[in-house]
């Protein structure tokens, strides 16, 4: 296989991890990484270590309260696509009571590996945790530019790219669709990647299928941690089976020396707990959400969680997704992890036999490791896939040996 | 995806188990099953569970010496082609010292899950187990015809066929890839699977990557269950590092019930104990084995096996073959698993944490249901590839996310 080059949207947690685990991956090479206000293009690959240092505590964003009063022209200008009508007449594949459902606590379903640290960006890029002021983010790097239009500046050259991870903050449900669409009417015809966790996306990324299959796209969704990597394991496991019964996955995140970066994703997973829902937890101040913290004792437990995975294995044919429970335990006070991540499948086998599959990580993995590890993992997958001319929407389970 | 036409080599356990299971698929379509004396072909889709049930116990196979004494001119023809010199003058691209040194006791690697049920072939087919003199076999089913030519007969229809499972049993190194050959030589352009172990017949395969490539063919290499499920368990298990230090597979069969079609195996994995190499297991007589197996109390325990596994994730670029280890338990009565089959693998992530993500199968998982299912798995995602444009020789571990 020979070199993949490959864009970053987005230098929030998710965005930075990224470039730096490409550093230890052969054959990829970064050429091109934006923020709000700036980007940094090299074709003959960025100099991630120089980006890192410094972008380090020091990431673009927009004011405190989030996008509507963004200063950022060019997130102004992609969220505006949301209230135009569509142009075609699709109904969302998906547009069940789950899909909409789930949307409610779409941004983040916090907690999860891949969720708490999509939400280190959002927590970075919408609360401003992170903002410096002038020259904050990208264009603090030597390679950085100033720009108002950091993802038209990608698009000029995605000529020169073989895919484009999104690694931007949860901003409205269409942000990451209406994203694809630009790529897609731009003509672009490689990768596009994302680390979503809302089955709402998935559903409106399945409207485009066909505009995204005739531009040349492979555009493979939530492809992080959970949905992402435990979606394979349990795409995996199955294996043994012909029938299914049930996907259970049950996540442990610590987070002690990460929290001050997810305050974003303790809120969403807030919104999780008995008691609460998304309005509720959005409402809810810094002082009273450390009140729950403390009622808590730091460690807060979920199930029945909603989450793309669910869709996921559905739409790769695997179960059904009502027969998939996620649920697990953030604790923000250790970074030793509350409990073990842990997927498992239970099936029949064609003998007879009920049996339970499983699929375990290390306690001493990150959530970071196992978000960035799999979405490059699933890049590389999605570069062969897009050159051999599959094209579409696709899951992380669609990329694993079929069931 | 539209739906696989396959045929199947071979009718002894995996071809038989293959058959079923694919019984429990959607889209897949078994049209022709062939064994050495006679052919079922059927481009509507064979009666299954006819051919099951005419052919239960009474498998076709030539004497109990082994293809040298067959009656079977295809196979003698097929085996004979080991002798010629080659065309090409292509070196082995795997043909150092592990190739060579694995080949001496390839033909089972015995015990584990593919091991014990790709013997069962072997068992039936070279030893004459189940043989039931005249009619035996496919022939006995109202779908068989008799024939001496059964690969030819199935190349004739290959044009409605798109994968193609290699069932057959260990002969020479060389079977597999002169079937290969034959299948190149005519035209084929479709999926060719196999499910073996050793690593010298993997290396042969790559030597003839360029002309299945040319050829069209996709050819999937030890799709089964060690190597096969649990390489590609290894291959995704390792997406939360970025440097692999050790992969550990060990498997557990309980083999009462099937003790008696797996005496191939039983052989096989003698050579794997102290003081025993595949020569001398191949002189043993049964009574001697079976003083073997008394001595051990009908538990034989394995390590450092050498399992095709460490090829595969190596050409998949994951960690070297040499840190690739593979053992198991052995128990010959009872149908308990003697321990659990675990992929165990051991890596550092980007955040420099050391540790260790694991896979494990379920006690009630039959080898059987780990070597077929897992095949079709292999089989559905190759036919994929194999459409998209993807030719020549693969592992399993490369149809999963890239490392």
Not at 193 to 216: F, N, P, T, W, Y
Not at 336 to 362: C, I, Q, W, Y
């Amino acid at each position: 296989m020979t070199d993949i080059d490959f864009a970053v949207l987005g230098t929030g947690g998710i965005g930075r991890r990224t470039l730096e685990v490409s550093q230890h991956k052969e054959g990829l090479t970064p050429v091109a990484a934006c923020d709000r206000n700036g980007i940094a293009i090299d074709r003959g690959g960025l100099d991630v270590e120089e980006l890192l240092d410094a972008t380090e505590g020091n990431i673009a964003s927009g004011p405190q309260s989030g996008p509507e009063q963004s200063s950022s022209a060019e997130l102004r200008s992609a969220d505006s696509r949301a209230a135009k009508p569509r142009d075609d007449g699709d109904q969302p594949r998906d547009g069940d009571d789950r899909g909409d459902t789930d949307g409610s606590n779409a941004a983040t379903d916090g907690g999860a590996a891949a969720d708490a640290a999509a939400s280190a960006a959002d927590a970075a890029a919408s609360s401003g945790v992170k903002q410096t002021g002038e020259g904050a983010g990208v264009v603090a790097s030597e390679q950085g530019e100033p720009t108002e239009t950091p993802i038209d500046d990608v698009i000029e050259i995605s000529d020169a790219v073989d895919a484009v991870l999104i690694a931007l903050p949860n901003l409205e449900h269409d942000f990451i669709p209406n994203i694809a669409d630009r790529f897609a009417e731009a003509a672009y015809s490689g990768v596009l990647i994302d680390v979503l966790k809302r089955s709402r996306v998935i559903g409106m990324l399945d409207e485009r299928a066909d505009q995204l299959e005739d531009a040349g796209i492979t555009f493979v969704c939530g492809a992080g941690a959970t949905p992402g990597f435990l979606t394979g394991a349990a795409a995996l496991a199955v294996q043994s089976f012909v029938e299914v019964h049930e996907v259970d996955i049950w996540w442990g995140v610590g987070l002690k020396s990460g929290y001050e970066d997810n305050r974003g994703t303790v809120r969403e997973d807030i919104a999780h707990l008995d008691g609460y829902d998304v309005e509720t937890a959005r409402d809810l101040s810094d002082e009273e959400i450390e009140e729950i913290i403390e009622a808590h004792d730091g460690v807060l437990e979920f199930h029945d969680m909603e989450h793309a995975d669910d869709v996921l294995l559905e739409r790769a044919g695997i179960c059904d997704a009502e027969d998939v429970t996620v649920g697990g335990i953030l604790d923000v006070r250790s970074d030793e992890k509350p409990t073990t991540t842990t997927v498992s499948v239970t099936g029949t086998t064609f003998d007879g036999e009920r049996a339970t599959n499983t699929f375990e990580l290390g306690d001493e993995t990150s959530m970071a490791a196992n978000v960035n590890g799999p979405a490059l993992g699933y890049l590389k997958a999605a570069v062969r896939r897009n050159r051999a001319g599959e094209h579409g929407v696709f899951g992380p389970a669609e990329l694993m040996p079929s069931f």
